[in-house]
């Protein structure tokens, strides 16, 4: 058995409000209890500091952190004065933009480009060797999908997230209506994907992104002008709601301006029957998507002339959730082994 400590943006009971990040570590918690381990979360309320950290989980004996790397307070060329910290902590790349500054629209800037080739070698640019998340600290790093620059990281795993507390199902109808996501591209760009369906005599589900300022605002402007062509979902929770949230939908259009290193409600879609149309190059969007649109115009003409209703759901292998946790509590265990002083081979 493992002790693990996991934190989270907030501590709620509430899930109609958990972005991805939430979803993955609840359902990473239930599953590494299920395994006879102990999970307890914290917040920035309680702990704000690597020495605070590094203080508890001595006194707690714990054998694996989460933290959420991107704090601002979290500055981890600290950890090289923290070993027994540096020794239990596991930082999950749940979002690469916030390595390389020039990564804040993926389809205008690429991938994290920190890298410099020549041939098959690589090296950091000059940013990322300055950064405070420091590739080459003795902590261990996991990916949710493969990049040509993982390499440069001491110690890492690539282990993706899944979807499999939904179940493998059918929920599709070809006619029904056009699942649009609000929260990851502007709201703009929302009215005039919304107003060009409805103009085209389609029905709309909107639904919302669960966390950030686009969906917020859009909740706040809007007046109830497309009530009569469209039904809004404002809140749900997937596991409860799914059914709510897919069933009788012919496909669901997901524009995102963000790099998404694994996007659950477009795995999620796919999971249940539902075809998934996005932007090109999405990151690990791309994955999950049946047709791909470099613009909103292209997605916009595409709908028009109903290449919605033809297009089939992608069929992708979805990794299972007991695995992931095992994974992570072998990585747990490696740590506990270490700094108990055990000296064998490996586990």
């Given amino acids: 058995m493992i ?11 509430e899930k109609t409000e958990n972005g991805g990040f939430e979803t993955a570590m609840y359902t990473l918690c239930e599953e590494l209890k299920s395994l006879g381990n102990e999970v307890r979360f914290y917040s920035k309320a309680d702990i704000c500091s690597f020495e605070q950290l590094e203080n508890a989980i001595i006194s707690e004996s714990v054998d694996m952190v989460l933290p959420i790397f991107e704090y601002e307070y979290y500055d981890y060329r600290e950890l090289y004065y923290y070993t027994e910290l540096a020794a239990r902590v596991v930082r999950i790349w749940h979002d690469v933009s916030s390595i390389c500054p020039k990564v804040g ?3 205008i800037c690429g991938e994290p480009d920190f890298c410099i080739f020549k041939g098959d070698a690589f090296t950091p640019c000059r940013h990322f060797e300055r950064s405070r998340y420091q590739f080459s600290l003795p902590v261990h790093n996991i990916f949710l999908c493969p990049y040509h620059w993982i390499p440069l990281f001491k110690s890492y ?3 993706p997230w899944a979807v499999g507390y939904l179940p493998q199902c059918d929920l599709r109808d070809k006619n029904g209506e056009v699942i649009v996501l609000v929260g990851k591209t502007s709201n703009s760009n ?11 005599g389609e029905r709309v589900r909107i639904i919302f992104s669960q966390w950030n300022r686009n969906s917020k605002e859009f909740k706040k402007i809007y007046r109830g002008e497309w009530d009569a062509y469209t039904t809004i979902i404002p809140a749900y929770n997937i596991r409860t709601d799914y059914l709510t949230v897919f069933s009788g939908a012919a496909c669901l259009v997901l ?3 963000f790099y998404e290193t694994y996007n659950f409600l477009g795995h999620e879609a796919q999971r249940t029957g539902i075809p998934v149309i996005s932007y090109t190059q999405s990151g690990g969007l791309d994955e999950a998507s049946s047709a791909q649109f470099l613009d909103l ?5 595409a709908l028009k002339s109903g290449a919605h209703r033809k297009i089939q759901p992608k069929q992708i292998e979805q990794a299972n959730w007991a695995d992931i946790a095992l994974k992570y509590a072998n990585i747990g265990e490696r740590n506990r082994l270490a700094h108990s002083g055990f000296k064998g081979g490996p586990i």
Avoid: P
Wanted: glycine share 0%; charged share 30%.
């Fill in 3 to 13: 002790k693990v400590w996991i934190e989270l943006y907030s501590i709620r009971d």
């Fill in 105 to 107: 629209c993926h389809r």
């Fill in 157 to 159: 795993d690539i282990i």
């Fill in 190 to 200: 929302i009215r005039m994907l919304v107003e060009s369906l409805i103009e085209a």
């Fill in 255 to 257: 524009l995102t301006d």
């Fill in 297 to 301: 115009n292209q997605v916009i003409q």
